[in-house]
């Protein structure tokens, strides 16, 4: 049984879970558990970016929204978080975003495999280009796109999409309402979560962390998890009880 049931945000309503492992990915949750396939595993280490996703959380109690691979983030560092996938991309009348139909439009997909995760990294520029006049520049596009690999195009017809998706008719994104979903999912206190023998820690101040720390030597300390996903992903291990920065 688990301490705590990781709660987040995804397609409209708050998800609890409570019976996944603390090392399961997002990218297992949203393909094995939740059946949302359009996130595509690659590479399973973050490199090839055809697993992204964008996170939204509070930072200082403004929101922030940042593409990550999904194939080495843990399930529990979505706690008091949103995520989004290539699905919610989806008009409501059931047509395309402006970045789906300018990858259409200019070309930019081939055999389609890394393509949900460029559109999500489009989109992620996108919600920062809203509101500006100007397309973005050449350097913010190849810096957007610099986590995602395309093994078929070439990157000149995604590039293209990059410019082209702010030509067409706009799309806004309601962020009022979702910093009011994430504020109703803060936390007050240290969130732990326990499955199977293995504890996540998320302490909240250094003071916690301090403490973790010295009740549990042997912990593994998770930050950004480009390495230690892969210990998970790669070499299989069992990481024991984890303390996330």
């Given at each position: 049984?688990?301490?705590?049931?990781?709660?987040?945000?995804?397609?409209?309503?708050?998800?609890?879970?409570?019976?996944?492992?603390?090392?399961?990915t997002v990218l297992q949750h949203?393909?094995?558990?939740?059946?949302?396939?359009?996130?595509?595993?690659?590479?399973?280490?973050?490199?090839?970016?055809?697993?992204?996703?964008?996170?939204?959380?509070?930072?200082?109690?403004?929101?922030?929204?940042?593409?990550?691979?999904?194939?080495?983030?843990?399930?529990?560092?979505?706690?008091?978080?949103?995520?989004?996938?290539?699905?919610?991309?989806?008009?409501?009348?059931?047509?395309?975003?402006?970045?789906?139909?300018?990858?259409?439009?200019?070309?930019?997909?081939?055999?389609?495999?890394?393509?949900?995760?460029?559109?999500?990294?489009?989109?992620?520029?996108?919600?920062?280009?809203?509101?500006?006049?100007?397309?973005?520049?050449?350097?913010?596009?190849?810096?957007?796109?610099?986590?995602?690999?395309?093994?078929?195009?070439?990157?000149?017809?995604?590039?293209?999409?990059?410019?082209?998706?702010?030509?067409?008719?706009?799309?806004?994104?309601?962020?009022?309402?979702?910093?009011?979903?994430?504020?109703?999912?803060?936390?007050?206190?240290?969130?732990?979560?326990?499955?199977?023998?293995?504890?996540?820690?998320?302490?909240?101040?250094?003071?916690?962390?301090?403490?973790?720390?010295?009740?549990?030597?042997?912990?593994?300390?998770?930050?950004?998890?480009?390495?230690?996903?892969?210990?998970?992903?790669?070499?299989?291990?069992?990481?024991?009880?984890?303390?996330?920065?």
């Amino acid at each position: 049984m688990s301490t705590n049931k990781i709660r987040f945000f995804y397609q409209g309503r708050v998800r609890e879970v409570d019976s996944a492992s603390p090392t399961r990915t997002v990218l297992q949750h949203l393909r094995e558990d939740l059946h949302c396939t359009g996130t595509k595993e690659g590479c399973a280490e973050g490199d090839c970016g055809a697993c992204t996703v964008v996170i939204a959380s509070l930072v200082d109690g403004e929101l922030e929204m940042r593409n990550v691979n999904s194939c080495i983030q843990f399930l529990p560092t979505l706690d008091g978080k949103a995520v989004f996938s290539v699905e919610d991309l989806k008009q409501p009348d059931g047509g395309l975003h402006p970045v789906q139909e300018a990858l259409v439009e200019c070309h930019g997909s081939q055999c389609g495999f890394c393509t949900p995760g460029f559109a999500m990294s489009l989109w992620s520029l996108y919600l920062k280009q809203e509101g500006q006049t100007q397309p973005p520049c050449r350097k913010t596009i190849d810096e957007t796109l610099s986590g995602n690999l395309c093994r078929c195009t070439g990157y000149r017809p995604i590039i293209d999409a990059a410019v082209r998706m702010g030509e067409l008719p706009a799309v806004s994104f309601d962020r009022a309402t979702l910093k009011a979903t994430l504020q109703g999912l803060q936390r007050d206190i240290m969130f732990s979560y326990t499955h199977d023998g293995q504890t996540f820690h998320a302490p909240r101040t250094l003071e916690e962390m301090a403490a973790l720390r010295a009740a549990k030597p042997t912990a593994t300390i998770l930050a950004g998890s480009t390495d230690v996903g892969l210990w998970v992903t790669k070499q299989m291990r069992n990481l024991g009880d984890v303390i996330y920065t």
